[in-house]
């Protein structure tokens, strides 16, 4: 299974920019690169995912490296909500499951 | 579009019961997964299944199954149930379980084992 190594916890302050880092150095070349977040006592929720190019959405942008073993989630104005577990994972291999691993616990103080 | 729902939401068992919980994903979506989510552990995959076959599965024993019915709800049951098997049970639904497909997820079945 490919595996994911993010920092075990961050902290932002609101309305500021987080920048939250992910090495995947063993991701193949159909593995996409999965975001997700979990809030507390929720299940997890989808923020954003690519494969090659970076990625814009509403909630976020992903900041892809050229060998893709690393990527970069990026909220451009931090606010209390965003407060959650953020997630890397890769997607592929011959199961298609998504391994999550242990997250980064992101605190935005006010 | 309803959200993925679980059923029930919090459940509490004896050791060496069994215990079934439901999904049912988002209309439309083919693919629900399983995952189990602990303290120690983190979320671990358990299985998926695609128009009613199991199609992937993480490592888990045999007391851990499942069933996805033709309308794409699905049922996982523990057999034999540990005090290990306590945690924060979730289901996802996605369109076609595809590599770039996104995850769907309920709020979870709490299990508590005692």
């Known amino acids: 299974d490919a595996k994911t190594t993010q920092p075990n916890s961050m902290e932002s302050n609101e309305e500021e920019p987080v920048h939250l880092p992910c090495n995947h150095s063993?991701?193949?070349?159909?593995?996409?690169i999965h975001w997700y977040r979990q809030l507390p006592s929720q299940g997890p929720e989808y923020v954003i995912h690519g494969l090659t190019s970076n990625v814009n959405n509403r909630m976020a942008s992903l900041a892809i490296a050229e060998d893709r073993k690393s990527s970069t989630l990026i909220l451009h104005r931090a606010t209390l909500r965003d407060a959650a577990v953020y997630y890397c994972m890769n997607s592929g291999g011959s199961n298609y499951k998504l391994t999550f691993g242990k997250g980064t616990l992101l605190t935005v103080n006010p | 579009k309803a959200g993925v729902t679980q059923t029930p939401r919090y459940l509490i068992k004896t050791r060496g019961q069994q215990v079934t919980l439901s999904c049912s994903p988002i209309?439309?979506?083919?693919?629900v997964s399983w995952y189990q989510q602990t303290p120690g552990q983190g979320l671990q995959f358990l299985f998926e299944y695609f128009s009613e076959t199991q199609r992937n599965k993480g490592n888990f024993p045999g007391r851990f199954s499942g069933r996805q019915f033709s309308n794409s709800r699905s049922e996982m049951n523990v057999s034999t149930l540990e005090l290990g098997d306590s945690a924060l049970y979730l289901c996802?639904?996605?369109?076609?379980?595809?590599?770039?497909?996104?995850?769907?997820f309920g709020p979870g079945t709490r299990l508590t084992v005692l």
């Open positions: 063993t991701i193949s070349g159909t593995d996409y």
């Open positions: 209309s439309g979506h083919r693919s």
């Open positions: 996802a639904s996605s369109q076609n379980g595809g590599l770039g497909d996104t995850q769907y």
